[in-house]
């Protein structure tokens, strides 16, 4: 219901702000609304507490109903036990009829012996019957005690009830107050939002006069900045246009630099490569007749072994070899 006030007044408002010459009508309106949702509260109040009113009286019939069945159990089942020990006593006296009976045919000398057995027959009767008056009590009291517990409980249970009826009543009684007070502050507001609509379409017309005047006021800045920005445009374009050439040259310039390195760097190593191959050959030469001359040498010594000659040479070439290539480099 609060989500259905606010959205009417939402719409008044919106509905003020747009046209406040239609606000009387609207404030009528929400007064119907308002009237019918009170009514409408005040019959679910009255039928709320109809239900309950019907429901205690359901509930405590039910309660009475079942006192009444509980009762009627008792009763039964003291009228049992009361046949059952009439019986029993019945029994009992029957039996002491008999003994006496027996006494009084027996000799002489069991006469005291019988006297004594039926004294002790006697006491253990009068016993049994007090503790069965005993337990009667006791039950008579535990069955008391039962009924006022039970008592003290529907009590309890019917000052449960009523307090908590009395809050839903007070609960009631403080939301239809707060209804009320809502509705009033509901109407003052609408009162001042008619004021505050007439004064806001009022600024709303001078504000929009001023928007114009700086719409068109804007409207020449941005066509001055918009020359200006052509113009600037167009410096930089040419401007642009220039860098762009001088980079063009530029790149050609170093382009032309690089293959010129690239083409002396692989001359040099051309050389390089024919002056590493002379040198080769020449030691290739040398280690040739190095060899020749050793072996020349050497022909008339028959123990030198042929193997530790070939391994210096060769040593010696590889060291020859190496020693052209560093001085190459």
Do not use: C, H
Request: charge should be positive; proline fraction near 1%.
């Amino acid at each position: 219901m609060k989500k259905y006030l606010w959205f009417v007044l939402l719409t008044v408002a919106l509905v003020a702000s747009e046209n406040p010459f239609a606000l009387q009508d609207n404030m009528q309106r929400i007064e119907k609304s308002q009237e019918s949702f009170l009514s409408d509260l005040k019959e679910d109040s009255v039928r709320t507490e109809k239900e309950n009113r019907s429901k205690l009286i359901k509930e405590k019939a039910r309660r009475l109903e079942a006192q009444k069945e509980s009762q009627q159990a008792r009763n039964r089942q003291k009228r049992l036990e009361r046949i059952a020990l009439e019986k029993k006593r019945a029994k009992e006296a029957l039996q002491l009829d008999k003994n006496n009976v027996i006494l009084q045919s027996e000799p002489e000398q069991n006469v005291v012996k019988s006297r004594k057995q039926k004294q002790r027959e006697a006491l253990r009767i009068k016993n049994e019957l007090r503790q069965k008056a005993k337990l009667k009590r006791e039950q008579k009291l535990a069955l008391e005690r039962k009924k006022r517990e039970e008592a003290l409980k529907e009590k309890k249970r019917q000052a449960q009830e009523l307090k908590q009826k009395r809050e839903e009543e007070r609960a009631k009684a403080k939301k239809i107050a707060l209804e009320k007070k809502k509705i009033e502050r509901e109407k003052r507001e609408a009162k001042k939002a008619k004021g505050i609509a007439l004064a806001k379409k009022k600024a709303k017309a001078k504000k929009e006069q001023e928007r114009l005047k700086k719409i068109e006021e804007a409207k020449r800045k941005a066509e001055k900045i918009k020359q200006e920005n052509a113009i600037k445009k167009k410096e930089a374009a040419a401007k642009k246009e220039q860098q762009r050439i001088k980079a063009l040259q530029v790149k050609k310039k170093n382009e032309e630099k690089k293959r010129k390195i690239k083409e002396a760097q692989k001359k040099a190593e051309e050389e390089k490569k024919k002056a590493f191959e002379q040198k080769k050959k020449e030691l290739a030469l040398k280690k040739k007749a190095l060899a020749q001359k050793r072996m020349k040498e050497k022909s008339s010594i028959v123990d030198i072994d042929i193997a530790k000659e070939k391994r210096l040479a060769n040593e010696d070439a590889e060291r020859e070899y190496r020693e052209a290539v560093r001085m190459m480099d």
